[in-house]
Nanobody
Framework: QVQLVESGGALVQAGGSLRLACAAS????????MGWFRQAPGKEREFVAG????????SYADSVKGRFTISRDDAKNTVYLQMNSLKPEDTAVYYC????????????????WGQGTQVTVSS
């Protein structure tokens, strides 16, 4: 099973930017689809963005489209989430996750998860 480690979370002012990173221990068929999710206190975990290693297809939640960009570095086995124009409602713990085949917006479809990184956006 692939191991995932997130980094890059921080406290930032509204309108600012952050880049999160998710380093994967390996790339296999079972981890071809990588997703970023977030969970705010008292709320369910929600999909933010996803990418497939093999073909580079991406997917974004409507709430972040145009502000966030997901990308990958094949040489480093790392997926990034560039977050611009941050809003207080983006405050959450951000997780990366991996699964086989296609990107899914349902967190229950993912088998491997990182430990999460906290993003706090102050107003």
């Amino acid at each position: 099973q692939v191991q995932l480690v997130e980094s890059g979370g921080a406290l930032v002012q509204a309108g600012g930017s952050l880049r999160l990173a998710c380093a994967a221990s390996k790339r296999t068929f079972s981890s071809d689809a990588m997703g970023w999710f977030r969970q705010a206190p008292g709320k369910e975990r929600e999909f933010v963005a996803g990418i497939r290693w093999s073909v580079g297809i991406t997917s974004y939640a409507d709430s972040v489209k145009g502000r966030f960009t997901i990308s990958r570095d094949d040489a480093k086995n790392t997926v990034y989430l560039q977050m611009n124009s941050l809003k207080p409602e983006d405050t959450a713990v951000y997780y990366c996750a991996a699964r086989a085949w296609a990107i899914s917006w349902d967190p229950r479809d993912y088998k491997s998860w990182g430990q999460g990184t906290q993003v706090t956006v102050s107003s």
